[in-house]
Every structure is written in structure tokens, then in C-alpha cells.
């Protein structure tokens, strides 16, 4: 979940940056994505998994003629607003000229050191966006009622729940609606995310940078426990957290904060600071932003100093469909 969080402490750029080319301001920002589960039991899954809402739907790769094109589709439900909002925030992921190899653990989290390795990074990610009243529990279709947890979710990536869900249908063939498509569910990295109340109200940076922390929560590197499954089912929190990449709470309590190195904050703020520090081509407003969100989530990333001085190893950016039966 990335909640928000005002905090300004430049002098972490002393310790990740190679070599400075600007940036500056300071404040507070982000989104909130979702809210944590309210309630257990269980119901009967829906099938009928009907859209409404907007006519334009397909695949995009925004307008901006950059050299790097994120294919995405844009579900039909997705209001005007939304949609308009989610265009401009993949014009700008692939129209920032970034220099990558001056920002520490960019290479490390996006296999290279420009824009197009970004791309790379969100097309493995993210592939569908919905709307913030699009319930992924109405698009579930399968040949047969498949029991699937009853709780609250708020603008959030859904694709472990999704993958969950699948698995507790097999073998009931479970698939979801899209655009009118049944499509398969192999796996977390489905890349299903929600658009939150204040996504369409924010900058397109800032758009752009949840964005990119939402497709870290596609990953599960370890693949899932049965245990897991079952909790989840139940209405309780996780125990393991690393499928999809899951927050925790802050030390001290209070928000949502990654409790381990290079989690969805930790990406969050270097793609943040490689905005203020090291894009070629924004201007010095967009680079403020970029700052802004990097101090806005310093705090909610796990030890990000140690993370990207390499206290802790390099990132895990796999995913796996194993499921572990711990039970």
C-alpha cells in the first residue's frame, strides 16, 4: 500500500547518488492504494463478470512517440477521468530520458539504466488497469462456484489475490473477465491494478511513480504456501508477505511500510530519485515532483541506505508459480 507520508531528508542523497544533474524541493505526497481485509468467510464467486462504464478499451502504449512503448490494457469500465489520467501517466513513464547508471540499485531493480529497461521492468508487471469501483470478484468465471474470501480492498494491485484465487478454483478452469476476454491466470504477474481515488487527482508523476511501485507487487519470488492460501480464504493477514511483495506495519506503528529490502517503496523511491536526479529531459517542476515522492516514501522503504549500498544483496526481481504445501 502506498500511504502518505511527509518527510524531508535530503541528505540521503548523499549516500545513493553517483553523480548529482539536479532535482530539489521537498514536502510530502502519494496515494493511498488499498485497505486491508475487514472481514473472513467466504461466498460464491461471481460469473457473469459483465463491464460497464467507458467504450474505448484495447491495448495502449500512450502518445508521446518516445522511444519506449508500455503496452497495457485499459479495462472498459475505467471512467473518463481514469482513463485520461491513466494515458498521461504512460505518456510520461515512456517519454523521461533517464540516465540510470547515476542512481544506485536502478540497474539492480530494472535490468538496465534507461527508460526502456522501466518499460521492461512494467510490461512483466503490469498489463491491465481497472477502475477504482471495478471489483476483480465480479470477473472471476469458472465452471463451477468457486469459494473465494469476502473482504475490502481500495485502488490496489490485485494480481496475488487473483493468482489465489485460481488456485483455490482448480480445477474449475478460473479465469477472468477482460474487455470481454476470459483470460488465463498463471500466475501473480497477471498485473491487474486497481486506480485509487487520488491517482486521478495527482500529477502525471506522480501517477507514473505508483505506477511503478505497484508492479513490484506482482512479484512472488518464493511462490506461495498453502498456509498462505489459507489465511487469506480465512480473512486473516499474512504471515510470509513476500508474495506480492506485501507491507507490513511501520515500526512505531501507523501506515503501511515495506518490512524488507528492496520491496515496492524501496523501487518507489529510487524511481523517484532518478526523476529529480537524473532525467535529461525533465523539467524542473517534474523533477521536484520526483523529489517530493522520494521524501514522501524515504521512511516507508525498508533501511533504503542499506538496501542500495548492498547491506542486504541484490534485489530478488524473479517470480514463481510454485505452490508450497506447508500445512
Known amino acids: 500500500m502506498r500511504s502518505t507520508r511527509k518527510l524531508i531528508l535530503p ?16 514536502g510530502g505526497g502519494g496515494q493511498e492504494e488499498q485497505a486491508p481485509p475487514t472481514t473472513g468467510g467466504t461466498e460464491t464467486g461471481g460469473t457473469t463478470g459483465s463491464t460497464t462504464g467507458g467504450t474505448t478499451t484495447g491495448t495502449t502504449g500512450g502518445s508521446s512517440g518516445g522511444s519506449a512503448d508500455f503496452d497495457v490494457t485499459l479495462d472498459s469500465a475505467l471512467t473518463s477521468s481514469e482513463r485520461a489520467s491513466a494515458l498521461g501517466s504512460i505518456d510520461v513513464l515512456e517519454s523521461l530520458k533517464i540516465n540510470g547508471s547515476t542512481i544506485k540499485g536502478f540497474s539492480e531493480v530494472f535490468g538496465g539504466n534507461s527508460t526502456s529497461s522501466v518499460i521492461r521492468y512494467l510490461e512483466q508487471r503490469v498489463n491491465y488497469i481497472f477502475s477504482e469501483s471495478t471489483n476483480y470478484r465480479d470477473r472471476i468465471v469458472s465452471n463451477t462456484p468457486t469459494l473465494i474470501p469476502k473482504f475490502a480492498y481500495y485502488g490496489r494491485n490485485q494480481s496475488r489475490d487473483i493468482w489465489y484465487t485460481s488456485l483455490v478454483g482448480e480445477p474449475n478452469d478460473v479465469r477472468i473477465l477482460i474487455n ?38 506482482s512479484d512472488c519470488p518464493d511462490g506461495a504456501r498453502t498456509s498462505e492460501i489459507q489465511r487469506w480464504l480465512d480473512g486473516l493477514p499474512p504471515i510470509d508477505r513476500s508474495c506480492g511483495q506485501l507491507h507490513g506495519a511501520c515500526p512505531g506503528g501507523g501506515g503501511s511500510c515495506d518490512i524488507f529490502p528492496w520491496g515496492p517503496y524501496a523501487i518507489d523511491f529510487i524511481y523517484s530519485f532518478s526523476i529529480a536526479e537524473a532525467c535529461t529531459n525533465c523539467t524542473e517542476t517534474q523533477k521536484q515532483q520526483g523529489q517530493v515522492n522520494a521524501n514522501s516514501v524515504l521512511n516507508s522503504a525498508f533501511d533504503i541506505v542499506g538496501t542500495v549500498n548492498g ?10 508459480t510454485t505452490v508450497r504445501d506447508d500445512l
Not at 547491506?311 to 514463481?320: E, Q
Open 311 to 320: 547491506a542486504y544483496g541484490g534485489p530478488d526481481m524473479t517470480n514463481s
Open 180 to 217: 470481454n476476454n476470459r483470460v488465463d491466470i498463471t500466475s501473480s504477474r497477471i498485473g491487474v491494478v486497481n486506480l485509487g481515488d487520488i491517482f486521478t487527482t495527482s500529477d502525471a508523476i506522480t501517477q507514473a511513480i505508483t505506477i511503478v511501485h505497484e508492479a513490484r507487487h
Open 11 to 26: 541528505i540521503v542523497a548523499l549516500l545513493i547518488i553517483a553523480s548529482c544533474s539536479g532535482g530539489g524541493g521537498g
